[in-house]
């Protein structure tokens, strides 16, 4: 088994995600875990009073220290922004959210609506039933 090493501590339950994420897209094993589990400002906020341990493989220390310190200049940046195309239009978003209400609407109606009126139904046929005697 090999040694495991901790790369940096940080506060942030979602800093430490991000910094996981980097180094796995680079083939780096890590392994995020809180110092103190029962922290009240884990479970409510993602912060931990004594942080978060972002722990790698010994072997993969310095790879993992590069990748971590690496800057990316403005044209760089600019290029990932454009792959990632963070300015796409939310209209399409919208479009989905408004579909998937009107199905929960439509669902709901299903649900309650039948089965309240099938009871209704009863009711007013045995409520018929008595002014037909």
Same mark, same amino acid.
């Given at each position: 088994?090999?040694?495991?090493?901790?790369?940096?501590? =940080?506060?942030? %339950?979602?800093?430490?995600?991000?910094?996981?994420?980097?180094?796995?897209s680079f083939?780096?094993?890590?392994?995020?875990?809180?110092?103190?589990?029962?922290?009240?400002?884990? =479970?409510? %906020?993602?912060?931990?009073?004594?942080?978060?341990?972002?722990?790698?493989?010994?072997?993969?220390?310095?790879?993992?220290?590069?990748?971590?310190? %690496? +800057?990316?200049?403005?044209?760089?940046?600019?290029?990932?922004?454009?792959?990632?195309?963070? +300015?796409?239009?939310?209209?399409?978003?919208?479009? *989905?959210?408004?579909?998937?209400?009107?199905? %929960? =609407?439509?669902?709901?109606?299903? =649900?309650?609506?039948?089965?309240? #009126?099938?009871? #209704?139904?009863? +009711?007013?046929? *045995?409520?018929?039933?008595?002014?037909?005697?």
């Amino acid at each position: 088994m090999e040694d495991k090493k901790v790369l940096m501590t =940080v506060s942030d %339950m979602n800093e430490a995600n991000i910094i996981k994420a980097r180094l796995e897209s680079f083939g780096i094993p890590t392994v995020v875990l809180t110092k103190s589990p029962g922290d009240a400002g884990h =479970v409510y %906020m993602n912060k931990s009073i004594s942080g978060y341990d972002v722990i790698i493989r010994e072997s993969d220390y310095v790879e993992a220290k590069n990748i971590i310190d %690496m +800057q990316y200049n403005e044209e760089e940046l600019n290029h990932i922004i454009d792959a990632l195309n963070l +300015q796409e239009d939310d209209s399409e978003h919208k479009a *989905m959210f408004d579909r998937r209400k009107k199905f %929960m =609407v439509w669902i709901l109606i299903f =649900v309650f609506g039948i089965p309240i #009126l099938f009871y #209704l139904f009863t +009711q007013l046929h *045995m409520f018929a039933e008595l002014f037909t005697k």
